[in-house]
């Protein structure tokens, strides 16, 4: 047995009884053929692009490439979206960005990505100067033979990081191997489904690591399983009813993640609305030795936020 009863062979063998998916091996990503290869260092590149790349990253988008950000604002096109990327990490006095996770899986990537650096307060806020900031985002694309065909982009600034310092994740070494696709696919769904879904936290504690690293963009940064049980209670306490649906895993090694859509109505908490609400997010996961060492969550908040003020 590669990993211990209460991993991920338990929640393979849970999520077979429970019927979240066959009992079979998950086929493998779709072979790529050699012509369509696609450069992962330029989705790394993406999550920094400057004026002096812009052009050659330009090209790595399919003429008609859609990007999709937040619910709350319009799609936009590859060209537009890029100079703007390009415009907002000049803006950041002594940016500095770091890839956190850079999935390839056949047609299909992501990367999560964070920026340091100076910037004033935001828009509509109280003049003042720079200030140290930090911003967490990811972005989801679908490849089409070799070119960039979507993106989906998500993204929250944090005004004060040294009160949020990120967690480091713990480095677990073991003899096991990467997980196979079934054991990553098993994780997620227990993180996305059972957690979210359906509040089982005896599932979802069965496979985070003593010192998981939970970063809930933007809300906290967190060591050890009590901040996902929290996250989970805390929304599920203003959701009662939330629902979860993962859509296809990009699996990478020891990283696995998912788009997703939730959907619930806020029949709970201090002040009910009763407003149902339908909102997308990524989750991404680091699996070591059988356990989830990292979470990065990063959702929609403005679109949850506006539905259920009744702006949307």
Not at 131 to 150: F, K, M, N
Not at 210 to 236: F, K, L, M, Q, W
Request: charged share 20%; aromatic share 6%.
């Amino acid at each position: 047995m590669r990993f211990p009863p209460s991993g991920l062979t338990a929640a393979i063998v849970a999520s077979i009884v429970w019927g979240l998916f066959p009992a079979a091996e998950p086929s493998a990503a779709p072979a790529t053929p050699a012509a369509c290869a696609f450069d992962r260092e330029i989705i790394a590149e993406l999550a920094d692009p400057a004026a002096e790349t812009e052009a050659r990253l330009a090209a790595a988008f399919a003429p008609g490439a859609t990007i999709h950000g937040s619910a709350t604002e319009p799609d936009r096109d590859a060209p537009a979206w890029l100079a703007q990327r390009v415009a907002d990490r000049a803006g950041i006095g002594h940016a500095d960005t770091t890839v956190n996770a850079l999935l390839l899986d056949g047609d299909a990537a992501i990367a999560v990505w964070t920026v340091t650096g100076d910037a004033p307060p935001e828009n509509g806020a109280t003049p003042g100067p720079a200030a140290p900031r930090r911003w967490e985002g990811v972005d989801v694309y679908r490849l089409a033979c070799g070119r960039i065909a979507e993106v989906w982009t998500l993204e929250q600034r944090i005004d004060d990081p040294a009160a949020m310092p990120l967690a480091n994740p713990p480095d677990r070494t073991c003899d096991t191997p990467a997980p196979t696709r079934a054991e990553a696919d098993a994780a997620l769904r227990v993180w996305l489904v059972d957690g979210w879904s359906r509040s089982d936290l005896s599932a979802v504690n069965a496979l985070l690591d003593p010192d998981v690293a939970y970063h809930s963009v933007p809300y906290s940064e967190t060591n050890g399983p009590a901040g996902a049980d929290d996250a989970i209670a805390g929304t599920r306490a203003v959701l009662p009813d939330l629902s979860n649906t993962p859509e296809t895993p990009v699996i990478d090694g020891e990283w696995t993640g998912a788009h997703w859509r939730a959907e619930g109505a806020n029949t709970g908490g201090d002040d009910p609305t009763g407003r149902w609400a339908t909102w997308t997010g990524v989750d991404v996961l680091r699996l070591q030795c059988g356990r989830i060492v990292e979470i990065w969550s990063i959702e929609d908040l403005s679109a949850l936020q506006a539905q259920l003020e009744g702006g949307a």
